[in-house]
């Protein structure tokens, strides 16, 4: 028997279902999977329920996808170029430490390799900026 689950029910309180709702549909589960999956997450609902936020994740593929870019795609954007310029960082620390010069020469490849790459990042970030105003735009338009 499981302890502590909070029993919530679809029709009623359909608060924060969407995700294992999606995680359902990722994952294929099948229905009695699915209602063990949802209970095990603290929903209890039946499988005529479950029929419902299923169709409504997969009408809100658009809202959803539109949420992606204008918010969450810029937010991993700035993420990489952060942790591209923190090992950066930490690449250049290695290298005034290190006193063997092959080691030396090594990490220095590191670095300009890496420098391929927040180009990379740098160059695209101009098209995402405009793609996310866009997607935003597009949202309040919707509403």
Not at 27 to 42: C, P, Q, V
Not at 64 to 86: D, G, Y
């Amino acid at each position: 028997m499981r302890k502590n689950v909070q029993k919530r029910y679809y029709y009623k309180n359909h608060t924060g279902i969407e995700p294992y709702i999606i995680e359902v549909i990722c994952l294929r589960l099948h229905e009695k999977e699915a209602l063990t999956y949802l209970s095990d997450k603290g929903y209890e609902i039946s499988a005529a329920e479950l029929y419902r936020p299923k169709q409504e994740v997969k009408n809100n593929s658009d809202k959803r996808l539109n949420k992606i870019a204008s918010s969450e795609f810029l937010f991993q954007h700035l993420e990489r170029i952060e942790n591209l310029k923190t090992i950066q960082s930490e690449l250049w620390n290695n290298y005034h430490v290190e006193k063997n010069p092959t080691n030396k020469s090594k990490i220095l490849m590191n670095i300009a390799e890496l420098q391929t790459y927040l180009s990379s990042y740098y160059d695209h970030t101009q098209y995402i900026m405009t793609q996310a105003a866009r997607t935003r735009k597009h949202e309040k338009l919707s509403s």
